[in-house]
C-alpha cells in the first residue's frame, strides 16, 4: 500500500460528458503529480501541483483541468470527453525531501463509449 | 525538458535467463534515474535509483548503472523468475517533474 488512494477505481461514461478524479497524497506528501496511461502512448505526464500551486505542465489537453486544495487532495477534471480519453490515470505523490520518488496510487480506470 | 527512451517489448524470457532492458535519457543537467515496477492490476512502484553518474542501484536481485557518458541506465537481472512478469519504466528527473519511458513489458515462463 503505496499511501496514495485514488476514486473511483473504475468509471463509465460517454463522449461529451464530464468526469472527475479524485486524489489524497500520503500524509505529509506536499506535491501531486497525474499521469494518463494508455495502451499506444504509455504513461504521459499531465500536470504537477505542490501544497496547492500548479508546478509543472504536461502534455495536459485544454479539456482536462486540476486542481489542489488546502486539504493537499487533488481533483483531475475531464469534460467534452472523447473516446481517445479512455486511458488508466494516476495520481502519485511525493514528500519534502525531494528524492525524487514517487509513490503512485492504483489508478482510476477511465472507459468513455 | 528531459526525456526518455527505452526498449520496447515485449520481452519473454524462460525463468533463469538473463535480463537486460535498455534505456538512455535526455537531459540538460545532472537528472537522478529511476527504474519502476508495474505488476499487473497495480500503481507503478519504485524499484531502484541513482542520483549521479556512475552510481548502481540495486534492489531484488536487478540492478542499473546510471552511465553519464552514454547517457544510459540499462536495467538487468542475472536469473529472472516467474514473479519479475511486470511492466518497467525508467525514469528521469530533473526539476519537478519526473517523465518516465514508454514501459517494457516482461513475461517469465517457467
Known amino acids: 500500500d503505496s499511501g496514495v488512494t485514488q476514486t473511483p477505481k473504475h468509471l463509465i461514461t460517454a463522449t461529451g460528458q464530464r468526469v472527475t478524479l479524485r486524489c489524497s497524497p500520503r500524509s505529509g506528501d506536499l506535491s501531486v503529480y497525474w499521469y494518463q496511461q494508455s495502451l499506444d502512448q504509455g504513461l504521459q505526464f499531465l500536470i504537477q501541483?505542490?501544497?496547492?500551486?500548479?508546478?509543472a505542465k504536461g502534455n495536459i489537453l485544454e479539456r482536462f483541468s486540476a486542481q489542489q486544495f488546502p486539504d493537499l487532495h487533488s481533483e483531475l477534471n475531464l469534460s467534452s470527453l472523447e473516446l481517445g480519453d479512455s486511458a488508466l490515470y494516476f495520481c502519485a505523490s511525493s514528500g519534502i525531501h525531494n528524492t525524487g520518488e514517487l509513490f503512485f496510487g492504483e489508478g482510476s480506470r477511465l472507459t468513455v463509449l | 525538458g528531459n526525456s526518455v527512451t527505452q526498449m520496447e517489448g515485449p520481452v519473454t524470457l524462460s525463468e533463469e535467463a538473463f535480463l537486460t532492458i535498455n534505456c538512455t535519457y535526455t537531459?540538460?543537467?545532472?537528472?537522478?534515474l529511476f527504474w519502476y515496477v508495474q505488476y499487473p492490476g497495480e500503481g507503478l512502484q519504485l524499484l531502484l535509483k541513482a542520483t549521479k553518474a556512475d552510481d548502481k542501484g540495486s534492489n531484488k536481485g536487478f540492478e542499473a548503472t546510471y552511465r553519464k557518458e552514454t547517457t544510459s541506465f540499462h536495467l538487468e537481472k542475472g536469473s529472472v523468475q516467474v514473479s519479475d512478469s511486470a511492466v518497467y519504466f525508467c525514469a528521469c528527473t530533473e526539476g519537478n517533474d519526473m517523465r518516465f519511458g514508454a514501459g517494457t513489458r516482461l513475461t517469465v515462463k517457467p
Open positions: 537531459a540538460t543537467g545532472y537528472p537522478s
Open positions: 501541483y505542490y501544497n496547492g500551486e500548479e508546478r
